[in-house]
């Protein structure tokens, strides 16, 4: 299974851009990578998906290097609602193979 | 939109108690999933199911069991709680393409057992 590192804690302002990185050093070549938003006493909520290169939506960019053993969820101009907890998750759910890992999270704190 | 729900928020049992966390998805998925969930270890899968009746052990499943008798619920059983136990329990839901779909996760259930 990928064993995911994340760091357990950043701290931002409004406005600015942040970018949390999660290692994931012996992905498998068919794991795909996943970010999720955890607010308190709720589900963690899917943000992005991708396998390789750059992925966009309305809320996050996520970037993987060719080598693919990290990944870097980047939220642009954040706010005081962006504070929670991130998590990326490493896995494959095809079939004769389901694995999926969670990293520990991040807990964003953005500041006003 | 997908709603999974978790049959109880908190909850407190005794030490050797017999306990059921109920999940319930009304999306058809075929795919549910019980993690627990402990400061510092971010969620750690305990069961998963891919069809009914159909299950897999994932990382952590020592002293738990699961049923899935219909699509729509999937139940994690402490067959004899104990307090290493204590923990937030979440469950999740997924449709089956085949590929990592998006999981869709309840509001999670805080056991603790005395």
């Known amino acids: 299974l990928a064993k995911t590192t994340q760091p357990i804690s950043m701290d931002s302002y409004e406005g600015q851009e942040v970018n949390i990185t999660c290692s994931h050093n012996?992905?498998?070549?068919?794991?795909?990578i996943t970010w999720y938003q955890q607010f308190p006493s709720q589900g963690p909520r899917f943000i992005i998906q991708?396998?390789?290169?750059?992925v966009t939506n309305e809320v996050a960019s996520l970037f993987i290097p060719a080598d693919r053993k990290s990944s870097t969820l980047s939220l642009p101009r954040v706010s005081l609602s962006d504070t929670a907890v991130y998590y990326c998750l490493v896995g494959d759910w095809g079939t004769g193979r389901r694995a999926l890992t969670f990293g520990s999270g991040t807990r964003l704190q953005v500041q006003p | 939109d997908v709603k999974v729900t978790q049959s109880s928020r908190y909850l407190v049992k005794r030490t050797g108690e017999k306990v059921f966390l109920e999940c319930v998805q009304d999306?058809?998925?075929?795919?549910m999933f019980w993690y627990r969930q402990d400061p510092g270890l971010g969620l750690r899968l305990i069961y998963f199911?891919?069809?009914?009746?159909?299950?897999e052990k994932g990382d952590i499943p020592e002293g738990y069991s699961v049923s899935r008798e219909k699509k729509e619920r999937f139940s994690l059983i402490l067959e004899s709680a104990s307090t290493n136990q204590t923990s937030m329990y979440l469950c999740a839901s997924s449709l089956s393409s085949g590929s990592v779909d998006e999981q869709y996760f309840g509001p999670g259930t805080r056991l603790t057992v005395t």
């Open positions: 012996n992905i498998a070549t068919n794991d795909y």
């Open positions: 991708g396998y390789k290169t750059k």
């Open positions: 999306m058809d998925h075929e795919n």
């Open positions: 199911s891919y069809d009914v009746k159909m299950k």
